[in-house]
């Protein structure tokens, strides 16, 4: 996954973004570990697509639900692996609109030169 952020960081493709959303499904279809998946989720939602990343975030809480049903952990553990999740999620957003916005910027400069 490193290896597909650099490239990413060259060139931005829409293509490898899903490339490495559905390899990372296909990695995470037998984990069932909330900190695993945060973990994967931190390191990789700034490079998968938008639609894999939506799916990973929507496993991990309905996995977090599961296990505090079943006792795995009480309710304070859940409020935490919950915030870790939406503090990913918006991580990972917050980087794409940066580097939208840094590139918006430029053609505006651009233009205005």
């Known amino acids: 996954m490193r290896g597909i952020e650099k490239h990413l960081i060259v060139s931005d493709s829409l ?25 994967l989720l931190d390191e990789c939602a700034s490079i998968i697509d938008k639609g894999s990343r939506q799916r990973l975030v929507r496993k991990i809480s309905e996995i977090i639900d599961e296990d505090l049903i079943a ?16 503090m990913y ?4 957003c917050e980087v794409k609109e940066r580097k939208y916005i840094y590139i918006y910027s430029k053609m505006e400069n651009f233009f205005l030169s």
Do not use: Q
Request: proline fraction near 2%; aromatic fraction near 6%.
């Open 71 to 86: 006792g795995e952990y009480d309710v304070n553990e859940a409020g935490i692996y919950r915030r870790l999740l939406s």
């Open 15 to 39: 293509d490898v973004r899903k490339a490495a959303g559905n390899l990372l499904e296909r990695f995470t279809a037998e984990v069932d570990t909330v900190p695993d998946l945060l973990l």
């Open 89 to 92: 999620n918006l991580r990972s």
